[in-house]
């Protein structure tokens, strides 16, 4: 069987599409991520309410916006009136539980201050001045 120049030519631009086609112009690189975050967390509620009053819960349980990581809490966290035994606080996720271990008092209204203590997981940008405040009473007092 002959082949002609012709069929050499033909098969050879076949084959240099072929093999073009198959390789690649653009720069292969994984995908930038877009802005940074800048935003802090933010509270999408809490159980008990913020600002309760008649409160008589052991735990408390506040959901954030994103995921959380607290940082330092050892040197931000301050409670008025000052606890015994300063409550349990752990970071599951996008949520903090707070355990109170201390026994309340009557008509008594506390204010759990975070600091910055509280920051997003991916930048760590801080949520400023969180205070989670209830009252064992009728009314928050100032």
């Keep these: 069987m002959k082949t002609s120049l ?12 072929g093999v073009l086609s198959f390789t690649r112009c653009a720069k292969v690189v994984a995908p930038s991520g877009g802005l940074k975050d800048t935003i802090p967390p933010h509270i999408i509620k809490a159980e008990p309410e913020n600002y309760s009053t008649g409160f008589d819960a052991e735990e408390i349980d506040v959901e954030f916006s994103e995921f959380i990581q607290l940082k330092e809490l050892e ?3 301050i409670s008025s009136p000052p606890f015994k035994e300063d409550p349990d606080v752990k970071e599951r996720g ?10 309340l008092k009557d008509s008594t209204t506390y204010t759990l201050n975070f ?28």
């Design 75 to 77: 040197k931000q966290f």
């Design 94 to 103: 996008d949520e903090i539980r707070i355990f109170l271990t201390d026994t």
């Design 115 to 142: 600091g910055n203590a509280i920051v997003d997981f991916r930048e760590g940008n801080p949520m400023r001045n969180f205070r989670y405040v209830f009252s064992t009473g009728s009314f928050i007092d100032s």
């Design 6 to 17: 012709n069929q050499i030519i033909i098969l050879g631009f076949v084959l240099l599409f």
